[in-house]
């Protein structure tokens, strides 16, 4: 019979997830869902329940690698908050299930996993998608998101100069024009195997130093 999930945190999913195992993970996955063929890659569409009264959403983010074994689903709430507000933009919990069994093996904070995960799966886009000659990383926005973005960006890429603009909420809120000329704005599609893949690294992770003597 298989055991009761393990619970693994924040410190301690920062601890396990590092972006040089996760970036070619990640684009093993996308190329995966990129083929559209689901015997590799169920991803349904992100559904989405309006928090009307608290100007949110929760999402909730399955995917299934069958091959790979990996069954996994994120729930996040994310939040259109006041400019003064201190509450998260985002918090999310990530749960990863036994596909044989039924069973959760594991629930994680989706917090680091989301900023990690969008953050190497932008690098890989402008791994292959950006000019040769760019020199200047530009980041629009200043929270958790720019953060890791700026991590994994000079981890991977050597610019000379980083740039970033703090006004994400001003340009959202249409207060301030965004700097058109040097943006490229995407819709989120809700990307549940980018957490999987994520979410079974910590998982390996975490079996390897618990099997440690
Ligand atoms: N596509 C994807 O997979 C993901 C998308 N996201 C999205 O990315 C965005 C950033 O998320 P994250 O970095 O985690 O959020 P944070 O809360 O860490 O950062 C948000 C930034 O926006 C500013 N801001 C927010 N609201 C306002 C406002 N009303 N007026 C002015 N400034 C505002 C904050 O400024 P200040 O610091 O001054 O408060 C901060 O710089 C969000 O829109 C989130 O939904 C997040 C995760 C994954
Ligand atoms: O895909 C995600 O994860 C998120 N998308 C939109 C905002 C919150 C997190």
Request: proline share 6%.
């Amino acid at each position: 019979m298989p055991g009761p999930p393990v619970i693994i945190w924040e410190h301690e999913v920062e601890r396990l997830l590092h972006y040089r195992d996760l970036i070619p993970r990640l684009e093993q996955a996308l190329g995966k869902f990129s083929r559209r063929d689901s015997a590799e890659l169920i991803q349904p569409v992100r559904t989405t329940v309006p928090l009307h009264r608290h100007h949110g959403f929760l999402g909730l983010m399955p995917a299934y690698m069958e091959k790979d074994g990996v069954l996994c689903a994120k729930f996040v709430c994310f939040y259109n908050r006041e400019a003064s507000s201190t509450l998260p933009a985002t918090q999310a919990t990530v749960v990863l299930l036994d596909p044989e069994y039924g069973n959760v093996k594991a629930v994680m904070d989706g917090d680091v996993i989301t900023g990690m995960r969008t953050a190497a799966a932008s690098a890989i886009s402008a791994k292959l998608l950006m000019r040769p000659e760019a020199e200047v990383l530009t980041i629009l926005g200043s929270g958790k998101q720019a953060l890791t973005h700026y991590s994994v960006f000079t981890e991977m890429f050597s610019f000379k100069e980083a740039e970033v603009f703090a006004e994400l909420g001003e340009v959202i809120n249409r207060t301030k024009p965004a700097h058109r000329e040097k943006t490229t704005v995407f819709k989120s599609l809700g990307m549940g195997v980018e957490d999987a893949v994520s979410a079974e690294l910590v998982y390996e992770q975490w079996k390897a130093k618990a099997s440690q003597p």
